[in-house]
């Protein structure tokens, strides 16, 4: 499994932003694909994950109403669409893949492979 996240950039507070993560070698059905971020100084966060193959997704509060997690499994991509963006949201942002179950699919732990990451940085 290899992952590719792009997408990222500067963008002032309130704006839009959308990630993209490439996924090549994501074939089993079991396979849950993640987005996390990390702020310098600060542990790697959950912030959406769905099923590679089903419709459910699962979002961290902080981003809950804000932050859209999709995919397009005939383009082997996930997206994170952000919207609504905070100074907050800064971070390194990266994709993941891994069979996480729903107890725990917010653990980065529970992923095996990893998109090398993109920076969000928001300005207030």
């Known amino acids: 499994v290899q992952l590719q996240a792009s997408g990222g950039g500067l963008v002032q507070a309130g704006g839009s932003l959308s990630l993209s993560c490439a996924a090549s070698g994501v074939t089993s059905s079991s396979y849950t694909m993640g987005w996390f971020r990390q702020a310098p100084g600060k542990a790697r966060e959950f912030v959406a994950a769905i099923k590679w193959h089903g419709t459910n997704t699962w979002s961290a509060d902080p981003v809950k109403g804000r932050f859209t997690i999709s995919r397009d499994r005939a383009k082997n991509t996930v997206y994170l669409q952000m919207n609504s963006l905070k100074p907050e949201d800064s971070a390194v942002y990266y994709c993941?893949?891994?069979?996480?179950?729903?107890?725990?699919?917010?653990?980065?732990?529970?992923?095996?492979?990893w998109g090398q990451g993109t920076q969000v940085t928001v300005s207030s």
């Open positions: 993941a893949a891994g069979r996480a179950i729903l107890s725990t699919l917010r653990l980065a732990e529970a992923y095996n492979y």
